[in-house]
């Protein structure tokens, strides 16, 4: 596992001011009530009936679409109309729809098979793990994201043989057993929450009692309508609070399970409790919470910058490719780049960083949203006083910061120990003898010296991989990053969005030192024994995809994926995939 120098951890976030009232403890009673009578009846249930009732959710995720976009947009201060627009769409009711559409196929290629069914055959990687092909996952994939495939790998220890058989668990018991659970939900990505949701109710069969996050609790009543067909059955359960509400249901007896998704601090702080006898009991391993607990806690992510062949076209496309991806949803995402590492010999090393500071000078502003963002900023930026900064200064801002020319050696650097939530990336520069010494030192740098396990980014010229030994070592360096997700040449957020692979942290954290989480969501092939998942995409794409800045035509596109998640069809797809032609 990491090195124990990177133990700071990400970011303590107050809590955001309530714009709904926060649950009774009478409320949450009557809830858990409720769930806790029905819990049987949904272990229980078919297999029809939960297909069933993915229809049902994925028209009623369809009918309030519109209103959940709307209802963002106003959450977090975006224009309507505004490019940013997309990001609502695309992370909100479509990466939803998708996930509904998938669990169906796999739920229906278990009744029919015996478990979900893999676009291609699984087979042996090179260091003889289980790999699994999820992406395309069908003929529509192939379409709308040509290029890209994604894996999930297993854990060392599964045979090729008994893969099939640590799919879908849940479903191959005997009698199971109906349990309740506790989903913390996200306050920066609208589907987080109900994902998760999903997840604990038709992977693990589970029902759930979802606690909106104060940040976005005002989509509380949309989702609530849009699960209407679970929360008629008495599987489902939305309320609203904060800590208070939140440590009430967490040592609740009638809570069985709980996931969440946030920080560290929070994950400690529900374990072990707070202050001295919550830091005594962390350091002696002495839990006050003994309960199953998963959770996703972010990561101060790597994007790896392979020294290569690129022209100034390469620079400019990878340069917009990380600035999108750190001004997603203003900074506020646990897999937006967040250390930049890059060989010091590199001839192009400055003209990287110059295209990168193009980039983010082209960037619109964007409202903080998400409390603290000022004041974690400022951290930054006063132990880094020649940041650069790009945009407006100021009460109520903050701009898009570049922090160059870490020191590599330094223990206590920031970048590489808090997780900035805001819109600060940082860069680094490691010396090497070659460009393959550099990559295994890369990989070594960001496993040892970074804090978190949750996602990482190789970006590697084609060209380059036309060299055997930088193939070789490009492969190496996937299978040697320890970390949930590894994206090669596009944002990790984009295997988030997939919902075919696994997404969590890389097993195996202690849970007094737990750092980016433990066990994973989405995982629509319902792998038991999953280790990491891989994206591999193209160094360039024409059009540019819809979650870049310079694509004119993305919030067209996102409102147009959410329908065609909604009912798939020939008759849709042309009209989408004009629009993308002309992003």
């Not at 015996?114 to 003929?139: H, S």
């Not at 374990?271 to 002696?284: F, H, I, L, P, S």
Request: glycine share 8%; charged share 20%.
């Amino acid at each position: 596992m990491q090195s124990s120098l990177a133990t700071q951890g990400s970011a303590a976030i107050p809590e955001a001011e309530h714009r709904l009232e926060p649950s009774s403890k009478a409320q949450i009673d009557e809830a858990l009530e409720v769930l806790t009578q029905h819990k049987q009846a949904w272990a229980d249930a078919s297999i029809d009936d939960r297909i069933d009732l993915l229809d049902a959710l994925r028209e009623g995720v369809a009918r309030v679409a519109e209103e959940w976009v709307e209802a963002s947009l106003q959450g977090k201060g975006i224009d309507p109309g505004s490019p940013y627009e997309a990001e609502e769409w695309l992370g909100g009711p479509a990466v939803l729809l998708r996930n509904i559409q998938l669990l169906q196929r796999s739920l229906r290629d278990f009744r029919e098979h015996g478990a979900p069914c893999l676009p291609k055959p699984a087979f042996l990687g090179e260091r003889g793990q289980v790999v699994a092909p999820v992406l395309p996952a069908d003929g529509w994939d192939s379409f709308l994201f040509r290029g890209f495939k994604a894996e999930v790998w297993m854990q060392p220890e599964v045979r090729l043989e008994e893969l099939e058989m640590t799919q879908a668990v849940f479903y191959r018991e005997q009698a199971p057993v109906g349990k309740v659970a506790l989903v913390l939900g996200a306050g920066n990505v609208s589907s987080i929450a109900p994902m998760d949701s999903l997840y604990k109710l038709f992977v693990e069969g589970q029902v759930v009692l979802l606690k909106m996050n104060p940040v976005n609790e005002y989509l509380g009543p949309i989702l609530s309508d849009a699960f209407e067909a679970l929360q008629e059955h008495g599987f489902f359960r939305i309320v609203y609070g904060g800590a208070t509400e939140g440590e009430y249901m967490c040592q609740h007896p009638r809570v069985e399970e709980i996931h969440m998704t946030g920080s560290d601090k929070t994950h400690d702080a529900i374990v072990y409790g707070t202050g001295e006898e919550g830091a005594k009991r962390k350091t002696e391993d002495r839990p006050r919470l003994h309960k199953p607990l998963s959770s996703e806690l972010g990561n101060v992510s790597p994007v790896i910058i392979v020294p290569g062949p690129w022209s100034d076209s390469d620079l400019a496309f990878q340069a917009e490719n990380i600035a999108s991806s750190l001004c997603n949803n203003a900074g506020f995402n646990c897999n937006a780049p967040r250390v930049i590492v890059q060989h010091a010999q590199w001839e192009k090393r400055e003209v990287f960083l110059g295209a990168l500071r193009g980039a983010f000078r082209k960037a619109e502003e964007r409202h903080p949203y998400y409390p603290g963002a000022e004041e974690r900023h400022r951290r930054y930026v006063e132990e880094h006083p020649y940041a650069d900064q790009f945009g407006a200064s100021g009460p109520g801002q903050v701009p898009w910061t570049l922090i160059t020319h870490l020191n590599p050696e330094r223990e206590d650097e920031i970048c590489f120990t808090s997780e900035a939530w805001c819109g600060v990336t940082s860069e680094v520069g490691l010396s090497a003898s070659s460009a393959v010494d550099y990559l295994e030192r890369a990989v070594a740098f960001c496993n040892d010296k970074l804090w978190g396990t949750l996602a990482a980014q190789i970006i590697v010229h084609p060209r380059s991989l036309q060299d055997p030994a930088m193939a070789s070592a490009v492969e190496r360096a996937i299978g040697d990053l320890r970390y949930g997700g590894i994206a090669v040449n596009h944002w990790p957020g984009v295997l988030y969005g997939m919902a075919s692979p696994t997404w969590g942290s890389f097993p195996g954290h202690p849970r007094n030192d737990i750092r980016s989480g433990s066990g994973v969501v989405h995982n629509t092939y319902m792998f038991d024994r999953a280790q990491k998942s891989v994206l591999r995409g193209p160094f360039r794409l024409f059009p540019k995809p819809p979650w870049f800045l310079g694509n004119r035509n993305a919030v067209a596109i996102g409102r147009q994926l959410t329908y065609f998640y909604a009912d798939p069809s020939l008759v849709r797809l042309p009209g989408l995939l004009w629009t993308s032609l002309k992003g």
